[in-house]
Protein backbone atom coordinates (compact mmCIF):
# COMPACT_ATOMS: atom_id res chain seq x y z
CA UNK A 1 0.00 0.00 0.00
CA UNK A 2 1.31 3.45 -0.56
CA UNK A 3 2.47 5.61 2.18
CA UNK A 4 0.67 8.79 2.76
CA UNK A 5 3.10 11.82 2.76
CA UNK A 6 2.77 14.86 4.71
CA UNK A 7 1.59 17.81 2.95
CA UNK A 8 1.64 20.47 6.05
CA UNK A 9 2.39 24.01 5.47
CA UNK A 10 6.59 24.74 6.21
CA UNK A 11 8.06 28.02 6.23
CA UNK A 12 10.28 28.36 2.97
CA UNK A 13 13.55 29.63 3.95
CA UNK A 14 16.76 29.34 1.68
CA UNK A 15 19.83 30.06 1.67
CA UNK A 16 19.86 31.02 -1.79
CA UNK A 17 17.09 30.54 -4.26
CA UNK A 18 16.09 27.10 -6.13
CA UNK A 19 15.00 26.68 -9.62
CA UNK A 20 13.82 23.83 -11.32
CA UNK A 21 12.85 22.61 -14.78
CA UNK A 22 9.94 19.98 -15.98
CA UNK A 23 8.66 18.41 -19.08
CA UNK A 24 5.05 17.02 -18.80
CA UNK A 25 3.90 14.26 -20.54
CA UNK A 26 6.74 13.94 -22.33
CA UNK A 27 7.24 14.42 -26.38
CA UNK A 28 10.64 13.15 -27.12
CA UNK A 29 12.13 16.19 -27.89
CA UNK A 30 11.94 17.61 -24.42
CA UNK A 31 14.75 14.55 -24.12
CA UNK A 32 16.52 14.70 -27.33
CA UNK A 33 16.39 18.43 -27.19
CA UNK A 34 16.13 19.85 -24.21
CA UNK A 35 17.88 17.20 -21.85
CA UNK A 36 20.75 18.32 -24.73
CA UNK A 37 20.93 21.35 -23.86
CA UNK A 38 20.57 20.64 -20.03
CA UNK A 39 24.00 18.50 -19.95
CA UNK A 40 25.58 21.31 -21.82
CA UNK A 41 25.08 23.56 -18.49
CA UNK A 42 25.32 20.74 -16.19
CA UNK A 43 21.71 20.80 -15.12
CA UNK A 44 18.76 18.02 -14.64
CA UNK A 45 15.43 18.32 -15.19
CA UNK A 46 11.79 16.32 -13.90
CA UNK A 47 9.95 14.52 -16.66
CA UNK A 48 6.47 13.56 -15.75
CA UNK A 49 5.41 11.02 -18.14
CA UNK A 50 1.99 9.53 -18.85
CA UNK A 51 2.70 5.93 -19.61
CA UNK A 52 -0.09 6.02 -22.67
CA UNK A 53 2.34 7.77 -24.38
CA UNK A 54 5.18 5.18 -24.37
CA UNK A 55 5.67 4.54 -27.82
CA UNK A 56 2.97 7.04 -28.92
CA UNK A 57 1.94 10.54 -29.98
CA UNK A 58 1.05 13.26 -27.19
CA UNK A 59 -0.16 16.04 -28.37
CA UNK A 60 2.13 18.18 -29.64
CA UNK A 61 4.62 15.25 -30.93
CA UNK A 62 6.05 11.71 -31.02
CA UNK A 63 5.65 10.58 -27.40
CA UNK A 64 9.10 8.61 -25.45
CA UNK A 65 10.14 5.02 -25.66
CA UNK A 66 11.18 2.59 -23.13
CA UNK A 67 15.06 3.75 -24.31
CA UNK A 68 14.38 7.53 -23.26
CA UNK A 69 12.88 6.60 -19.85
CA UNK A 70 16.35 4.31 -19.79
CA UNK A 71 18.06 7.48 -20.91
CA UNK A 72 16.46 9.52 -18.87
CA UNK A 73 17.50 7.92 -15.66
CA UNK A 74 21.07 7.01 -16.94
CA UNK A 75 21.51 11.06 -17.40
CA UNK A 76 20.57 11.94 -13.42
CA UNK A 77 17.63 13.11 -14.42
CA UNK A 78 14.40 12.89 -11.83
CA UNK A 79 11.14 10.77 -13.56
CA UNK A 80 7.78 11.74 -12.43
CA UNK A 81 4.01 10.49 -12.21
CA UNK A 82 1.28 12.54 -14.38
CA UNK A 83 -1.33 9.55 -14.32
CA UNK A 84 -1.54 6.78 -16.77
CA UNK A 85 -3.84 8.06 -18.76
CA UNK A 86 -3.20 12.18 -19.03
CA UNK A 87 -6.26 12.16 -16.65
CA UNK A 88 -8.38 15.83 -16.15
CA UNK A 89 -9.51 15.76 -12.18
CA UNK A 90 -12.45 17.79 -12.92
CA UNK A 91 -14.25 15.52 -15.39
CA UNK A 92 -13.02 11.62 -13.98
CA UNK A 93 -13.94 10.28 -11.16
CA UNK A 94 -11.49 10.20 -7.77
CA UNK A 95 -11.65 6.45 -7.95
CA UNK A 96 -10.44 6.12 -11.29
CA UNK A 97 -8.21 9.10 -10.81
CA UNK A 98 -5.95 7.35 -7.85
CA UNK A 99 -6.68 4.21 -10.10
CA UNK A 100 -4.78 5.57 -12.77
CA UNK A 101 -2.20 6.99 -10.77
CA UNK A 102 -1.29 3.06 -9.40
CA UNK A 103 -1.07 1.72 -12.51
CA UNK A 104 1.06 5.01 -13.87
CA UNK A 105 2.65 3.49 -10.83
CA UNK A 106 3.03 -0.26 -11.63
CA UNK A 107 4.40 0.76 -15.49
CA UNK A 108 7.47 2.30 -13.83
CA UNK A 109 8.18 -0.86 -11.29
CA UNK A 110 7.76 -3.45 -14.44
CA UNK A 111 9.89 -1.50 -16.86
CA UNK A 112 12.45 0.42 -14.57
CA UNK A 113 12.82 -1.71 -11.50
CA UNK A 114 14.36 0.07 -8.53
CA UNK A 115 13.55 3.25 -10.11
CA UNK A 116 12.00 5.69 -6.95
CA UNK A 117 9.11 8.12 -8.68
CA UNK A 118 7.79 10.23 -5.94
CA UNK A 119 7.07 13.61 -7.48
CA UNK A 120 3.57 14.30 -9.42
CA UNK A 121 2.04 16.53 -11.73
CA UNK A 122 -1.63 17.27 -11.99
CA UNK A 123 -2.57 16.84 -15.47
CA UNK A 124 -3.76 20.06 -17.42
CA UNK A 125 -3.04 21.65 -13.81
CA UNK A 126 -6.32 19.68 -12.62
CA UNK A 127 -6.12 20.15 -8.90
CA UNK A 128 -9.12 19.06 -7.36
CA UNK A 129 -9.38 18.00 -3.73
CA UNK A 130 -9.63 14.44 -5.04
CA UNK A 131 -7.05 14.41 -6.52
CA UNK A 132 -4.78 16.41 -4.20
CA UNK A 133 -5.82 13.67 -1.55
CA UNK A 134 -4.99 11.09 -4.20
CA UNK A 135 -1.59 12.40 -4.35
CA UNK A 136 -0.54 13.01 -1.04
CA UNK A 137 -1.30 9.24 -0.63
CA UNK A 138 1.25 8.48 -3.91
CA UNK A 139 4.11 11.33 -4.07
CA UNK A 140 6.12 13.51 -1.54
CA UNK A 141 4.79 16.50 -4.02
CA UNK A 142 2.69 17.69 -6.67
CA UNK A 143 2.60 20.34 -8.73
CA UNK A 144 0.09 22.64 -10.60
CA UNK A 145 -0.13 25.26 -13.03
CA UNK A 146 -1.18 27.78 -10.85
CA UNK A 147 1.47 30.96 -11.56
CA UNK A 148 4.29 32.23 -8.83
CA UNK A 149 6.95 31.43 -6.77
CA UNK A 150 6.96 28.45 -3.51
CA UNK A 151 7.90 31.30 -1.01
CA UNK A 152 6.61 31.85 2.58
CA UNK A 153 4.50 28.31 3.40
CA UNK A 154 4.84 25.56 1.26
CA UNK A 155 2.37 23.40 0.02
CA UNK A 156 4.24 20.70 -1.24
CA UNK A 157 1.11 19.18 -2.93
CA UNK A 158 0.13 22.23 -4.75
CA UNK A 159 3.50 23.33 -5.81
CA UNK A 160 3.01 26.91 -7.78
CA UNK A 161 4.37 26.51 -11.62
CA UNK A 162 5.36 28.61 -14.50
CA UNK A 163 4.90 28.16 -18.13
CA UNK A 164 7.28 28.02 -20.18
CA UNK A 165 5.89 28.30 -23.39
CA UNK A 166 8.38 30.77 -25.81
CA UNK A 167 5.00 31.23 -28.17
CA UNK A 168 2.92 32.72 -25.44
CA UNK A 169 5.18 34.27 -22.46
CA UNK A 170 8.09 36.52 -23.64
CA UNK A 171 11.35 35.78 -22.60
CA UNK A 172 11.15 39.00 -20.44
CA UNK A 173 8.38 37.78 -18.10
CA UNK A 174 10.53 34.28 -17.52
CA UNK A 175 13.81 36.51 -16.70
CA UNK A 176 11.74 39.19 -14.66
CA UNK A 177 10.73 35.96 -12.76
CA UNK A 178 13.99 34.20 -11.72
CA UNK A 179 15.45 37.87 -10.74
CA UNK A 180 11.77 38.24 -8.24
CA UNK A 181 13.15 34.70 -7.12
CA UNK A 182 16.65 35.92 -6.69
CA UNK A 183 15.60 38.58 -4.13
CA UNK A 184 12.55 36.18 -2.45
CA UNK A 185 15.41 33.48 -2.43
CA UNK A 186 12.34 31.10 -2.91
CA UNK A 187 11.54 27.90 -5.31
CA UNK A 188 10.89 28.60 -8.60
CA UNK A 189 9.20 25.71 -10.78
CA UNK A 190 8.88 26.18 -14.79
CA UNK A 191 7.41 23.48 -17.12
CA UNK A 192 7.33 23.20 -20.56
CA UNK A 193 6.35 20.13 -23.04
CA UNK A 194 7.70 19.84 -26.67
CA UNK A 195 11.08 21.59 -27.05
CA UNK A 196 11.64 22.46 -30.62
CA UNK A 197 12.62 25.01 -33.74
CA UNK A 198 8.63 25.34 -34.38
CA UNK A 199 7.21 24.37 -30.56
CA UNK A 200 3.46 23.85 -30.22
CA UNK A 201 1.74 26.75 -28.08
CA UNK A 202 2.49 24.28 -24.86
CA UNK A 203 6.26 24.50 -25.73
CA UNK A 204 9.55 25.90 -26.04
CA UNK A 205 12.27 27.21 -28.56
CA UNK A 206 15.82 25.95 -27.97
CA UNK A 207 16.97 29.39 -27.59
CA UNK A 208 14.41 30.51 -24.95
CA UNK A 209 14.90 27.37 -22.62
CA UNK A 210 18.83 27.76 -22.96
CA UNK A 211 18.62 31.66 -22.33
CA UNK A 212 16.16 30.48 -19.22
CA UNK A 213 18.88 28.21 -18.14
CA UNK A 214 21.64 30.84 -18.35
CA UNK A 215 19.24 32.92 -16.31
CA UNK A 216 18.19 30.90 -14.10
CA UNK A 217 22.42 29.96 -13.32
CA UNK A 218 23.40 33.45 -13.22
CA UNK A 219 20.89 34.49 -10.67
CA UNK A 220 23.06 31.97 -8.42
CA UNK A 221 19.89 29.74 -7.91
CA UNK A 222 20.60 25.87 -7.06
CA UNK A 223 18.71 24.45 -10.28
CA UNK A 224 17.73 21.14 -9.50
CA UNK A 225 14.67 18.33 -10.02
CA UNK A 226 12.02 18.84 -8.31
CA UNK A 227 12.29 16.04 -5.77
CA UNK A 228 16.00 17.21 -5.16
CA UNK A 229 14.82 20.36 -4.54
CA UNK A 230 12.26 19.48 -2.54
CA UNK A 231 14.54 17.73 0.05
CA UNK A 232 16.44 21.09 0.43
CA UNK A 233 13.98 23.31 1.05
CA UNK A 234 12.66 20.86 3.83
CA UNK A 235 15.84 20.54 5.57
CA UNK A 236 16.08 24.06 5.13
CA UNK A 237 13.12 24.77 7.31
CA UNK A 238 13.32 21.88 9.91
Same mark, same amino acid.
Given at each position: ?31 ? =? ?12 ? *????? /? ?35 ? #? ?6 ? *???? &? ?26 ? %?????? #? /? ?34 ? =???? %? ?11 ? &? ?30 ? #? ?17
Amino acid at each position: MPTPHDSRGRAVSLSRPVVSFCFDDFPRSALL =QGGRMLDAVGVRAT *YYAAM /RFLNDATDFSDGFTLADLEELIAQGHELGCHTFDHLD #ATTTEPGA *YEAS &IRRNGEAFARLLPGVLVESFAYPYGACT %EGAMAA #A /RRHSRSARGTRGGMNVGVLERHELRANKLYSERVPL =QITQ %ELIRENRDARGWL &IFYAHDIDASPSPFGCHPEYLRDALAAAIESG #AAVLPVGSALTLVVSSAE
